[in-house]
């Protein structure tokens, strides 16, 4: 509450008025809720698939080998590195640097796209199915569902991308990208979870 003063015919008269404090916009809470709730689902899955490994003698089960590390490894890096041009886009858009946040959204759309690509590779030379065992249906529950995620995120980055084109999006009015942007770093940290326990954790821990 702040004080303010008038002038009228009867002389000067002190006003209170309310100080404005800026928040974030409805469609930012909105996403957090959305994110809130994805995030309790992996959770979920994620605890399926510990109990699961909990009551196994051998992980993985049977004669199957663990997921490949190495490569996985390094377009983790990569995935976890799209969110560097996603903080540059944020710092860019209230600043005027419309090239820089052009430029920011596409590095990272191609960083998730590299990623999904080997998320593809890698389905397509599993050497067993989905159907195989309990291990086997977590792992292409988990993976593939954060790899719907990841392709949400590429169609949104898309939308984003051509509202900035378009002139859509300016230093004043940038809601649209920032809620982008909280959905991203989502569908980047919750990989660490998933990495962790489904790739490193299936060669360190047995």
């Known amino acids: 509450m702040t004080a303010a003063v008038t002038t009228t015919p009867h002389g000067a008269v002190p ?4 100080a404005r404090t800026r928040g974030y916009p409805t469609a930012w809470w909105g996403m957090a809720v959305f994110i809130t709730t994805e995030f309790m689902i992996f959770l979920g899955l994620l605890s399926a698939y510990f ?4 009551t196994s003698p051998h992980w993985p089960p049977g004669d199957i080998r663990p997921p490949e590390l190495v490569r996985s490894s390094v377009f983790t890096v990569v995935l976890l590195s ?5 903080f540059w886009m944020e710092w860019a858009l209230p600043r005027g640097h419309m090239l820089q946040a ?3 959204l596409l590095l990272s759309f191609l960083m998730g796209a590299a990623f ?7 389905y397509l030379h599993m050497e067993e199915g989905w159907r195989t065992n309990a291990y086997t249906s977590l792992f ?16 949104m980055s898309l939308t984003v991308q051509t509202k900035v084109w378009l002139g859509k999006v300016t230093p004043d009015r940038h809601v649209t990208p920032d809620v982008f ?3 991203w ?22």
């Open 140 to 155: 292409f529950t988990i993976v593939g569902l954060h790899a719907l995620h990841l392709l949400v995120g590429l169609v």
């Open 181 to 183: 942007a909280l959905y």
């Open 185 to 206: 770093h989502f569908v980047d940290g919750v990989w660490i979870l998933v990495f962790t326990s489904l790739f490193v954790t299936a060669h360190f821990v047995t």
């Open 102 to 104: 052009r430029v920011g």
């Open 116 to 122: 999904l690509g080997n998320t593809a590779y890698d």
């Open 15 to 18: 006003v209170r008025t309310t």
């Open 82 to 86: 799209s969110s560097i041009p996603i």
């Open 51 to 54: 109990f699961v490994r909990a």
